[in-house]
């Protein structure tokens, strides 16, 4: 079964700063996609970025981008000039083929102004 | 253009009730997806639904059921509430084989 890692339960960055959120997953499968959400507290889940396996270039979404390991099985959010509305949680999640979205326990980020 | 929307927000229910959640999907969508997210974890897969049919489910009893219709809408039903089930409800929609899926905001379930 597949596994989705977010080992820092909290983090906290400076408004204008940039911050990198981590990432770790376990698979067997070859052919799969990464996601990055995003759960304000009005809870409504919001895809922020995604990544093709098949695919080097890593994904960037204006000031978010990512930076995915195939071989480690890591998959970090790098988020630039931080804003205070980037302040939520942050779930990394995992689809393969069968196509359900299997998710981290999150990680929540407050941005200091 | 609508996205996904839940209903209702929020629910109070007592322990043995059923209960019944509705979504409906982004417009254009045809898959609908069910999630249980407990308080301080992240969301856990119930089941999905293509073409009015249940085609996988993830690990919750059968107490846990749903339906899909013609419109793409959906239900999600839950029979013999447990305390445990208190969570938030999360619906998302997206277009088969496609693998983004879209979120509605949740429906709240206490269960007393």
């Known amino acids: 079964a597949q596994t989705v890692t977010q080992s820092q339960p909290e983090m906290s960055v400076q408004e204008a700063e940039t911050v990198t959120l981590s990432c770790t997953y376990d698979?067997?499968?070859?052919?799969?996609?990464l996601f990055w959400y995003k759960q304000p507290p009005s809870r409504q889940m919001i895809l922020v970025i995604r990544?093709?396996?098949?695919?080097?270039q890593n994904a960037t979404e204006n000031r978010f981008s990512v930076n995915f390991q195939k071989a480690a099985k890591s998959f970090s959010l790098k988020i630039s000039d931080s804003q205070l509305g980037d302040a939520a949680m942050y779930f990394c999640?995992?689809?393969?083929?069968?196509?359900?979205?299997?998710f981290g326990k999150g990680m929540k980020l407050t941005v200091n102004p | 253009d609508a996205g996904v929307t839940q209903s209702p927000t929020h629910l109070i229910k007592t322990r043995g009730q059923q209960v019944t959640l509705r979504c409906s999907p982004k417009?254009?969508?045809?898959?609908v997806s069910w999630y249980q997210q407990a308080l301080g974890q992240g969301p856990q897969f119930i089941f999905q639904?293509?073409?009015?049919?249940?085609?996988q489910r993830g690990n919750f009893p059968d107490r846990f059921s749903g339906h899909q219709f013609p419109n793409y809408s959906s239900e999600l039903n839950v029979n013999a509430l447990l305390l445990g089930d208190s969570a938030l409800y999360l619906c998302?929609?997206?277009?088969?084989?496609?693998?983004?899926?879209?979120f509605g905001p949740g429906t709240r379930l206490t269960v007393t």
């Open positions: 998302a929609s997206s277009l088969d084989r496609i693998y983004e899926q879209y």
């Open positions: 698979t067997s499968e070859s052919d799969y996609y």
């Open positions: 990544q093709e396996a098949y695919k080097q």
């Open positions: 999640a995992y689809a393969g083929g069968s196509e359900k979205l299997v």
């Open positions: 417009s254009g969508h045809d898959t």
């Open positions: 639904y293509y073409e009015e049919e249940e085609r």
